[in-house]
């Protein structure tokens, strides 16, 4: 941990604009589910780009948020907890009037089951010590079903099919 603290800070302070900090997983297939795929993340400056590609899906709409809990250890992905919601907004789409800090979205997988979302954002970073910010210690989860943008708290996305601890 010290050397965490001490890298980032060198990386805020000194390298402020070159600073680059990446990080590569693969996707834990939950819910009896063979979802399998990567996260990449990638922060330079205030921009974090997340890359993710998911295969083995059901072709159609997927619900992706970040959860706030970094633990893919239950078999139905429940130890992830809830939306990750620092500011305690109701759920909704991102960019709209109100949404939770992890609500990214929907992707979308074709007929093979194959789908790609990249993602960027300053609303978050990575390992930084702003905890409204902070994905690390979170997690990705990936739905059996659609986001509908409106059900409380969760858009009525079904189970989880995919998850990823973000470490
Ligand atoms: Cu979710
Ligand atoms: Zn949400």
């Known amino acids: 941990m010290k050397i965490n603290a001490l890298s980032m800070l060198a990386c805020s302070a000194i390298f402020a604009v070159s600073c680059t900090t990446a990080k590569n997983y693969k996707i834990n297939s939950k819910s009896g589910t063979n979802t399998q795929g990567t996260a990449d993340f990638v922060q330079k ?59 990214i979205g929907n992707l979308v997988a074709d007929k093979e089951g194959t789908a ?37 708290p969760t858009g009525n996305a079904g189970g989880r099919v995919g998850c990823v601890e973000i470490k």
């Not at 974090?48 to 992905?77: F, Q, R, W």
């Not at 990249?118 to 409204?132: A, L, M, Q, R, Y």
């Open 45 to 103: 400056g205030k921009n974090v780009k997340m890359d993710l590609n998911v295969y083995k899906l059901t072709p159609g709409i997927h619900a992706v948020h970040i959860h706030e809990k970094g633990d893919c250890s239950a078999t139905d992905g429940s130890s992830a907890g809830g939306h990750w919601n620092p500011a305690k907004n109701d759920h909704g789409k991102w960019g709209s009037e109100h949404f939770h800090m992890g609500d």
């Open 116 to 152: 790609r979302i990249v993602f960027n954002t300053d609303k978050w970073c990575i390992g930084c010590s702003d905890e409204s910010k902070n994905i690390v210690g979170k997690s990705i989860i990936i739905h059996a079903g659609e986001d509908d943008f409106h059900t409380q």
